[in-house]
Structures are given as C-alpha cells and as structure tokens.
C-alpha cells in the first residue's frame, strides 16, 4: 500500500498570507489528524477528522482549520499567517479502532516570513 | 490533564553500549506506542503494547508497557548510528493519542 502522502513539502509565504495543505491517507484509513510540531514546542494535535466529521480538536485560535473529503482525503488551512506558524505540519492517518496507531506523511515545512 | 513525559530528553552515547529512554505518566493508557523520526520526516510507528507488563522484542530494541499501564520503557541493545532520532511514545485514549516531548538521540560511531 503507498504511505500517507502531503503536498506540498515545502513552502515559503509571508505574514498575512493564507495557506493550504494537503493530505491522501493510506487507502482503508478514515482518521486524519494534522500535528504541528515546532523545536520548542514539540508535536501539537490540531484537530481529527473521521468520515468528514471533526472528532477532536487541539487548542489552536480559529486560524487554523481542516477538512475532510469522502474519498479521506483531508485539507487544512491556516489564514492570516504569522511569524510564529512557521513549523512542520504532519498529517497522520489511521485506521479506526481501539487501538489507534497512526502513520505519517513526510509532512510540510512551512516557513512565514 | 494527560501527561507524558519523557526521560532523558537528549542522550549521547558511542556505538556498541546499551540504553534505556523512559515515558511515564500519573494516567492509564488503552495502549501506548513508540514512534521514531529523523529530521524533515514524519515519525515512523516502532511498536504498540496494549497489555500490562507486556514486553515486545524489535531486533535489539526491547519495549516494556508498565503492570499498571502509565508507563513504558525503551531499551536498546549495542546501539548504532541507525539509531539516532527523535524517539516519542503516545498513549492511546478515545481516539486521540497523548503525545510526550520525546528523547533525542544521538550514537556517535
């Protein structure tokens, strides 16, 4: 089976801008949650869908926000972008059960200047 | 509030010695795993225990779940350059899992 794949891998914007990321889950996975993770701040949960539907969300401001599609695949967006988003966003998909193991995508490094 | 929280947070260590990396938590997880990442990458799954006192073997990693499941360790055997990375352990509750800051590490050859 391919992995999880993200689009695009890098990406350079400036304050203010917006930005879109993308996510293709492994064929099968119906969870995809989005992490960002910063060299202070480690890994931080955004949010996770699962059939279209948000199930949980991290503590993030309204910026940033998501989406899934019926085929799974998801989108996030993040508006009005600031210095401070500049991170690795990492998209993680998963099968739905008790046990929730994820599987990443090599993720997008953003950086806002 | 879930925590997890790992130990050491940096490690060194020559090639050929051995190591262990702790994650320990004041909560009972469903399941906890350990991840692997190396820089610019996504973290890679190593292993899932589920059961109390479970001991899971990887080649010469060894991963113990804690009798009461708050905790777990990480130990390798004659460590190698290959090891290095970022190691994270997340416990699993209700479809989200709780993530530690993790322990990077370094095997000087």
């Known amino acids: 089976k391919a992995g999880v794949t993200q689009t695009p891998r890098y990406l350079i914007k400036t304050r203010g801008q917006q930005v879109t990321l993308s996510c293709s889950p492994i064929s099968g996975h119906r969870s995809v949650s989005w992490y960002q993770q910063t060299p202070g701040q480690g890994l931080q949960f955004l949010f996770e869908y699962f059939s279209e539907t948000q199930r949980n969300k991290g503590n993030f401001p309204g910026r940033f926000s998501g989406r899934q599609f019926s085929n799974s695949r998801s989108e996030m967006n993040v508006s009005t972008l600031e210095l401070g988003d500049s991170a690795l966003y990492l998209c993680?998909?998963?099968?739905?059960?008790?046990?929730?193991?994820?599987?990443f995508g090599p993720g997008t490094r953003l950086t806002v200047t | 509030t879930q925590l997890l929280e790992q130990s050491p947070q940096f490690l060194s260590i020559q090639e050929g010695e051995n190591l262990t990396v702790y994650c320990n938590s004041s909560?009972?997880?469903?399941?906890l795993q350990w991840y692997r990442q190396e820089p610019g990458e996504g973290p890679v799954l190593l292993v899932t225990v589920v059961t109390g006192g479970e001991v899971k073997k990887l080649k010469r990693l060894t991963f113990q779940f804690g009798d009461a499941r708050k905790d777990s360790s990480l130990h390798i055997t004659a460590a190698q350059p290959g090891d290095t990375g970022l190691y994270l352990c997340?416990?699993?509750?209700?479809?989200?899992?709780?993530w530690g800051a993790g322990t990077k590490l370094i095997i000087k050859p």
């Open positions: 997340a416990g699993g509750d209700n479809y989200q899992l709780i």
């Open positions: 993680a998909s998963s099968l739905s059960g008790q046990v929730y193991e994820q599987y």
């Open positions: 909560s009972v997880f469903s399941s």
